[in-house]
């Protein structure tokens, strides 16, 4: 079964309002890494997060992966339009090895 | 350096026809994988290779065969394809001790 869960599963904003995003796994994580998907392409790489606690940005993206490794969340401040988006966090559970599990990821339309 | 390439971008099968997805990387990666994207379900796990020589199954292996051909290689295969194997398919491949994946564009699949 899934490993890692992920709400909300859309959301839809306007331009300028924030938006978070949130990743739960039943079992601790050795790492989680973030991806974004724009529409008709393919997931890019946006960061990995691997100590408990971790809080990490880039630009308007704040990052931040849980005291217990188990929970991580992407908060984006004043999105814009070029935000839309899916947003898919992966995480790779501590006994195996390699594989990363994809949450559903949460679709972000940002009205103008 | 092109990344991760496949082909063919497009497909249209009928039941039972069979056919092969191709990947390739360019980015000297030891793992592999094989993804399909479905409407509301995120990314699933087809099959992995970790590295050359080794495959196997991920979330939703049914239908499906792979082959690691070399390392730079890792097709996908429908032996007799069913409507309900119509999805965006994803390959990527990742660095062993990295473990970003990078995604090539997809072969988008329609099977009537």
């Known amino acids: 079964g899934q490993q890692v869960m992920q709400i909300p599963q859309y959301q839809h904003v306007q331009e300028g309002e924030d938006f978070t995003t949130y990743c739960n796994s039943s079992?601790?994580?050795?790492?989680i890494q973030w991806y974004k998907q724009r529409p008709g392409g393919h997931p890019v790489f946006l960061i990995q997060?691997?100590?408990?606690?971790e809080v990490k940005k880039q630009k308007r993206l704040t990052f931040q992966f849980g005291e217990a490794k188990k929970n991580s969340s992407l908060h984006i401040t004043a999105t814009q339009t070029t935000d839309v988006g899916t947003y898919f966090c992966?995480?790779?559970?501590?006994?195996?090895?390699?594989?990363?599990?994809f949450g559903r990821g949460t679709q972000l339309t940002v009205w103008p | 350096n092109a990344g991760v390439t496949q082909t063919p971008k497009f497909q249209v099968l009928k039941t039972g026809q069979s056919m092969t997805l191709q990947c390739a990387q360019d980015m000297n990666h030891n793992s592999m994988y094989w993804y399909r994207q479905d409407p509301g379900m995120g990314l699933r796990l087809i099959y992995y290779s970790a590295s050359e020589g080794t495959t196997d199954k991920g979330e939703v292996p049914n239908g499906y065969n792979v082959s690691r051909l070399n390392k730079r290689e890792f097709s996908l295969r429908l032996e007799s394809a069913a409507p309900s194997q119509t999805s965006v398919y994803f390959c990527?491949?990742?660095?062993?001790?990295?473990?970003?994946?990078?995604f090539g564009p997809g072969t988008r699949l329609l099977v009537l």
């Open positions: 990527a491949s990742s660095d062993s001790r990295q473990e970003t994946q990078y």
């Open positions: 992966a995480g790779r559970p501590g006994s195996t090895l390699g594989r990363l599990y």
């Open positions: 997060l691997v100590k408990s606690g």
């Open positions: 079992t601790t994580l050795s790492n």
